[in-house]
């Protein structure tokens, strides 16, 4: 079996009382202790064996291939946002056919896109923020992180340009049980080979123990950090290239716990002095068609 020994982050804690973290505003009510993290070893697998054996609503993540224009050496963070925010729009509707075939649903509405390059936290003119990449188990959204996203994103007083959007916002208010999810649309700008993203099987993750609540600012919803298990698995796709796209799930209403695919960056030993990654991620609110099923339960 092909793959990768290296490193993860995990979220640690030393009081069973209190699994809050802050990552970046520490509150003082929360101990300096609720704030560590352990480094444990793992293996993480190569997806190159079976990229095509993943499917997004049996392991909740897939990868599909997306013709892809080259990213010129030394082209400008503006360039970058100028060909990504085009990718988005793009992205989207070929995720609507994916979610379509496997699914029935043909509504998706992209509410943030983010940058990961070579600049730490870096804005370009029309907003797009360039992120370091986040070495640290997590899944974007808690359960209750995710409903606050989607109540504030149906809940905008400005009408929204997104007939998407718009329609989304009908079918809650119609039903307010309706299957709502939350999927990220990851790729790569140039080749990947440092800072790879490992995502983990659904399965292998016990949801009871191994999830706490971690507020991060004000304005970020909710997210999850993970402590490790050694019955955890992993997988990634060496040498990503930018026409190679992982989708993969960050919420699920219909899921009994919600939660989204365990991810994080990851440090390849073998490329650990190469150009750092960029990649742009892009996240989309979707509604399933009533009596789809959950992603993870199918066969």
């Known amino acids: 079996m092909s793959g990768v020994s290296t490193s993860l982050n995990f979220a640690t804690f030393t009081s069973t009382s209190k699994r809050i973290f802050q990552v970046r505003k520490p509150e003082k009510e929360i101990p300096v202790t609720q704030k560590s993290y352990q480094v444990h070893e793992v293996f993480i697998k190569d997806a190159r064996e079976n990229e095509e054996g993943y499917d997004l609503m049996k392991d909740g993540f897939t990868w ?6 080259p990213i010129q050496k030394g082209q400008s963070d503006e360039d970058y946002a100028k060909s990504n925010k085009e990718f988005a729009e793009d992205v989207v509707k070929k995720l609507c056919i994916i979610l379509s075939s496997r699914t029935g649903s043909t509504l998706a509405y992209a509410f943030k896109h ?6 730490s936290m870096y804005s370009p003119d029309d907003g797009f923020p360039i992120a370091d990449t986040i070495k640290l188990v997590h899944t974007d959204f808690s359960p209750e992180g995710a409903i606050m996203k989607i109540k504030a994103l149906i809940e905008k007083d400005i009408k929204s340009s997104s007939k998407d959007l718009e329609a989304i916002k009908k079918i809650i208010k119609n039903n307010p049980g309706c299957h709502l999810a939350i999927i990220n649309v990851w790729r790569a700008l140039k080749p990947i080979k440092r800072d790879p993203l490992a995502v983990g099987i659904q399965s292998s993750f016990n949801h009871e123990e191994n999830a706490f609540v971690s507020p991060i600012t004000d304005k970020i919803p909710l997210a999850l950090l993970w402590q490790h298990n050694p019955n955890q698995e992993w997988v990634y796709l060496s040498h990503q290239m ?12 219909y899921s009994e716990k919600g939660n989204g695919i365990v991810h994080t960056s990851f440090d390849d030993p073998r490329y650990i002095k190469d150009n750092r990654r960029e990649s742009v991620e892009v996240s989309v609110l979707t509604i399933l068609p009533e009596g789809s099923e959950k992603y993870g339960s199918s066969k």
């Open 64 to 69: 599909f291939k997306k013709s892809s224009k």
């Open 114 to 119: 983010r940058i990961r390059g070579q600049k």
């Open 242 to 253: 930018p026409e190679e796209v992982l989708v993969f799930f960050q919420y699920d209403s």
